[in-house]
Nanobody
Framework: QVQLVESGGGLVQAGGSLRLSCAAS????????MGWFRRAPGKEREFVAT????????NYADSVKGRFTISRDNAKNPVYLQMNSLKPEDTAVYYC??????????????????WGQGTQVTVSS
């Protein structure tokens, strides 16, 4: 059974930092794209960041560019999201996602096959 489990969420003040991790079990995702999405209260799930199979290519939502960094370590937990200069509007449930079909960057929910349960990030003003 494939599972993605996020960790690292929590409550932080505006301007602070958090690092999210995503651990996978049940299969390897090293040949495929990984990503992070988020869902804020009352809003639809939105793309945050994606990384290709090797870690050599990334893509970010405009709202997080320059503040968030996605990375991966295929030998350990597959993907991380370093979040700096956090803003109240970053408050959301953050989801890790793994593709079983795309090796390049993947910025759309339909490109992903597995999802974690999410971790809450709350940024206070």
């Amino acid at each position: 059974q494939v599972q993605l489990v996020e960790s690292g969420g929590g409550l932080v003040q505006a301007g602070g930092s958090l690092r999210l991790s995503c651990a996978a079990s049940g299969r390897t995702f090293s040949p495929y794209a990984m990503g992070w999405f988020r869902r804020a209260p009352g809003k639809e799930r939105e793309f945050v960041a994606t990384i290709n199979w090797s870690g050599g290519s990334t893509n970010y939502a405009d709202s997080v560019k320059g503040r968030f960094t996605i990375s991966r370590d295929n030998a350990k937990n597959p993907v991380y999201l370093q979040m700096n200069s956090l803003k109240p509007e970053d408050t959301a449930v953050y989801y890790c996602a793994a593709s079983a079909r795309y090796s390049g960057i993947a910025s759309y929910t339909r490109m992903y096959d597995y999802w974690g349960q999410g971790t809450q990030v709350t940024v206070s003003s």
